[in-house]
């Protein structure tokens, strides 16, 4: 497939560092120095849905596709207000998509977990233009009192519209099951036969076991699918990592030997958003100019599950 337009969408509230420390107990060194996020953009009065259908409308104008036109629709996100119907659904409906759409929950690395899905389907012929949209608000998962989790997060939404070409080279998803590393749960509805224990739990990471997962899964999985198409790393234009951890992407960036102004960031101004932190650096960094045809584009991501992926695009 070939990436025809991208979009993306913020919440309009910033939190700074020092915002943060007038309730935790924090400063913007001590956040600064071990993720490398100064502010972040979290949901007040917006809808996650609203922003997800704003950010598939900018990548649809951008494509110069009108909502009618996609064959397929799948839309990442790990919580919304809405149990039921999905995410997919509410934004079809707000955006006149019309054709088959569903959820995956894949967290951070989610957009690539649905680019590897889109290609299949193309190439299986079942589809030829393809929406994926991203839409996350980890701050409503978050312990706002826990100085290890919520520092870490903003919210936000984006979005590609794909159609035919032969720019994707090469996906590949993995897992590590690990529950136990990243996990929130939360209380269902009640029943006359429920005797179990249940726990809302906000979100739980072991950073350091997350970081060195990370990394290796990172490092591993990009070398190995440049080799299986044979590429070389000096064939690399941009890596397009996601946004989780400013030390994550230094020690990505100094394991593969690749100099800094392959790795374009925005995780100073964003914090962690989840499966949006690829689409959202991915629609910045297009808006701006930064990438040329033919410019080979190596995605990786990594989060809860344990899971990760990787892809390879040609611009």
Known sequence: MKILGTGSVLPKKIVTNDDLSKFLDTSDEWITTR?????????????????????????????????????????????????????ACVVSEKIGVKCGCYDINCACPGFLFALDMAD????????????????????????????????????GAGAVVLGE?????????????????????????????????????????????????????????????????GMKKEDVGYYIVHQANMRIIDAIKNFLGEPEEKFPTNIADHGNSSSASCLILLDEC??????????????????????????????
């Open 120 to 155: 299949s389907y193309y190439k299986a012929g079942k589809a030829k233009n393809i929406l994926i949209v991203c839409a996350d608000e980890p701050s409503r998962m978050c312990d706002w009192t826990d100085r290890s989790t919520c520092v870490l997060f903003g919210d």
């Open 286 to 315: 297009n808006r701006r100019g930064l990438f040329k045809k033919d410019d080979i584009l190596v995605f990786s991501a990594f989060g809860a599950g344990l899971l990760s992926a990787a892809a390879i695009v040609r611009w």
């Open 35 to 87: 993720t490398g996020i100064k502010k972040r953009h979290v949901i007040s009065d917006e809808k996650l849905e609203d922003m997800a259908a704003e950010a598939a409308l900018k990548a649809l104008e951008m494509a110069g596709k009108k909502p009618e036109d996609m064959d397929l629709f799948i839309c990442s996100n790990v919580v919304n207000e809405y149990v039921t119907p999905s995410l």
């Open 165 to 229: 070409g032969d720019n994707v080279l090469a996906t590949k998803i993995n897992s590590q099951p690990n529950v136990d590393k990243l996990w929130e749960t939360r209380i269902l509805e009640s029943t006359p036969y429920i005797n179990k224990m249940e726990l809302n739990m906000p979100l739980q990471m072991k950073g350091k076991d997350v970081f060195k997962f990370a990394v290796s899964a990172s490092t591993t999985e990009v070398v190995a699918l440049l080799d299986s198409i």
